[in-house]
């Protein structure tokens, strides 16, 4: 990892800075902490998340007790050095209440759906592929074997074309869903992670 640019960052007159902790592969907002320079220090020599405690007023290691750490992937600082924006991999929920965010109660608007979901619904079937096969069609699609996961990609392709042509408009969004399903579980017979797809999607749009 790259060494920090410390006269760049600009501390509180306690010696805090606020950081903003995202998911490195769904781009989900997870958190909001604070560190000081000590706890920085340790995140970077460990690669996983030290805060500092305001409540508590002592070094606060993420997960240290409940296992639920996160592997620091990238270490960001807003254009004013004073907001850091840490992209992780959780190893579990980031919210004391087990939820996966603690950016969870709604308080103005009507959600437009979460566009981090498809991240999270990664994470989901990488689990859910070493699970009984009588209890997750996913376990039990990927033990048919890759002849079969391509089958049904292809299917659920046809399918969302056919909904597509016909102008359903219900149809397409409920066939494009089983696609992209599919998709992702031909990914995973293939040992491609979502970071790879990303990467190349970027490449295609990056400037000339």
């Known amino acids: 990892m790259t060494t920090l640019h410390?006269?760049?960052?600009?501390?509180?007159?306690?010696?805090?800075?606020?950081?903003?902790?995202?998911?490195?592969?769904?781009?989900?907002?997870?958190?909001?902490?604070?560190?000081?320079?000590?706890?920085?220090?340790?995140?970077?020599?460990?690669?996983?998340?030290?805060?500092?405690?305001?409540?508590?007023?002592?070094?606060?290691?993420?997960?240290?007790?409940?296992?639920?750490?996160?592997?620091?992937?990238?270490?960001?600082?807003?254009?004013?050095?004073?907001?850091?924006?840490?992209?992780?991999?959780?190893?579990?929920?980031a919210c004391h209440t087990g939820k996966e965010s603690c950016f969870h109660n709604p308080l103005w608007g009507t959600p437009p759906g979460d566009p981090a979901f498809l991240g999270t619904l990664w994470r989901y079937l990488q689990k859910r592929k070493n699970d009984s096969p009588e209890e997750s069609y996913t376990a039990r699609l990927l033990g048919k074997g890759i002849t079969r996961v391509a089958q049904k990609i292809g299917e659920e392709g046809l399918e969302t074309s056919l909904a597509v042509a016909l102008q359903d408009r219900e149809g397409a969004v409920y066939e494009a869903s089983d696609l992209l399903y599919h998709l992702l579980v031909g990914l995973l017979a293939l040992d491609i992670s979502l970071e790879e797809l990303w990467r190349e999607l970027a490449s295609r749009h990056a400037p000339k």
């Open 6 to 93: 410390w006269d760049t960052l600009r501390f509180d007159e306690k010696g805090l800075i606020p950081v903003i902790v995202q998911d490195a592969l769904s781009g989900k907002v997870l958190m909001m902490a604070w560190t000081n320079r000590a706890a920085l220090e340790e995140t970077v020599a460990t690669g996983e998340m030290v805060f500092f405690s305001r409540s508590r007023g002592e070094r606060w290691h993420k997960g240290e007790t409940s296992g639920n750490t996160q592997r620091l992937r990238e270490l960001r600082a807003d254009c004013d050095g004073d907001t850091l924006l840490a992209l992780v991999e959780p190893a579990g929920p």
